[in-house]
Structures are given as structure tokens and as C-alpha cells.
């Protein structure tokens, strides 16, 4: 530090360094500080090494890669947030609220049509495909997956809606959700209701047979929409929805 002090004082001009006695006076308090200059040494030249050797900032663990090719890598499908159709569960975010239901298993072996004397045989109530299937599945009106309780079976509005099994109307509604809305008992505790009826031709109390025009169909409701026109078919033991897919003919 001494020979920096001499250094600096023949290349300044004279006069711009303090004199002998300050001199003096500096060289003492630097050796009396000595042990605070090497630490600041030591500081700057630690810092100079972190701020120099570049493995310090760069994570050498981490590696990139870039497609070579001109196909893109392939990603997998968006899985949806709740089980599809079928599902034998209610997640937790519909538990408790009003429709959401355990779907039970719907394949032949394990809800055989012919098991249950007392289901009726379902006719086809309208002449179509069917769009949605019984359980979750996706609600474009509501933009998620959530139960559905019945199946649409898709149709041309204005076509003719027929029962498909023997009853007595029990109900009749209409709703800005639903349409007209049909509820007909066939005994033994099953029911089937009808729903996205434009118009009816039956009241409450009528005698249908299988076959029996029951009204027009429309377009979907509220409940539905962003649907294709279709009805939407249930069918109800004891008050509850169950698959109506095995009970159709």
C-alpha cells in the first residue's frame, strides 16, 4: 500500500497530495486498518469470480431441446375435467346439487334389459341417432361436463314424438329450460319423460299406447342449447333416473 501511496504521488502534480505530516498520518491509519483492506480485497475478488466465471448463472443440469425435424412433437389430448359417460362416480364440485347422481354401469352384463320384469320395452319415439348418452358428459349451455339423465336421440324439428311404451300422462309442463315436458307412467314404478317438445296433443290423464303421437319436436331448450335439435328421453324407477339405453329396442 505504501509503494501505491509513492506511486500516485509522482504521477499527480504537486500539491494535489496532502503533505509529509498527512502522509504520515494516512499510513498510520491504514496500518491500524489493515485487516479491514484485505477483507474488502477479498470482497472485490469474489465478486469479479461470480461476476466472470459463467457456470455460476448458467444451470448446467437444464438442457433444451429443439425440434429438427419439420414435424412438430406430438401432444398429448386435453383430458376432460369429469368422467365421460358411464362414469360410476359424482366428483366432488357436483356432489350434493340438484341432478348429479351416480351414473351406474351401463353395459349388458351388468344391467341386462330383460333382468327387471316390471322395465318396460322402449319403441323408438322418434327416428334418429342417438346424440348424448345417460352419465357425464359434455353441457355446451353450461360450457363442462356434468350428468346428464337421460339421451337425445337427434331429429329434424317438427317431427312427430311418439310414446314409446304404454302409459298414462301424469304430467304436463312447459319451461324456457325444457320446452314442453311430458312425464308418462307406465306402471311398476318406471316413468319416461319427454322433453323439447314444440307442441303436444295429449293432456293430462290421456291413455297412450306405443306409437301414440305425443307432439312435434322443437328446438332445445335452455337447459340444451348449442344442441342440434333432439329429444331428450328419460326414463325414472321409483322417481330416480336410470339408463334408458337398455330398455330400447
Avoid at 225 to 247: W, Y
Amino acid at each position: 500500500m505504501l509503494k501505491i501511496l509513492a506511486s500516485w504521488k509522482k504521477l499527480l502534480p504537486a500539491g494535489t497530495l496532502p503533505g509529509r505530516e498527512g502522509l504520515a498520518r494516512l499510513q498510520r491509519v491504514l496500518r491500524r486498518r489493515g485487516l479491514y483492506l484485505v477483507l474488502l480485497a477479498l470482497l472485490f475478488s469474489g465478486s469479479y469470480y461470480l461476476v466472470t466465471n459463467k457456470a455460476v448463472f448458467h444451470n448446467t443440469g437444464v438442457r433444451t431441446t429443439f425440434q429438427t425435424s419439420g414435424t412438430a412433437a406430438p401432444q398429448a389430448e386435453p383430458r376432460p375435467r369429469e368422467p365421460l359417460s358411464g362414469a360410476t362416480t359424482v366428483p366432488p364440485d357436483l356432489q350434493g346439487q340438484s341432478g348429479a347422481r351416480v351414473a351406474p354401469a351401463t353395459t349388458p352384463e351388468t344391467a341386462p334389459a330383460g333382468k327387471d320384469t316390471g322395465q318396460p320395452a322402449l319403441a323408438a319415439p322418434v327416428n334418429g341417432q342417438i346424440a348424448v348418452r345417460y352419465g357425464f358428459a359434455y353441457a355446451p349451455a353450461f360450457g363442462d361436463y356434468r350428468f346428464h339423465g337421460g339421451v337425445d336421440l337427434a331429429a329434424p324439428a317438427n317431427s312427430q314424438v311418439k310414446a314409446a311404451s304404454a302409459g298414462e300422462v301424469k304430467q304436463v309442463e312447459y319451461s324456457d329450460a325444457w320446452r314442453y315436458r311430458l312425464t308418462i307412467d307406465n306402471g311398476s314404478g318406471y316413468q319416461v319423460v319427454y322433453a323439447n317438445l314444440a307442441s303436444i296433443k295429449v293432456a293430462k290423464g290421456d291413455k297412450v299406447q306405443p306409437g301414440t303421437v305425443l307432439g312435434e319436436l322443437g328446438e332445445p331448450g335452455t337447459a340444451e342449447a348449442g344442441t342440434q335439435p333432439h329429444l331428450h328421453l328419460e326414463l325414472l324407477k321409483n322417481g330416480k333416473t336410470i339408463d334408458p339405453v337398455p330398455a330400447m329396442q
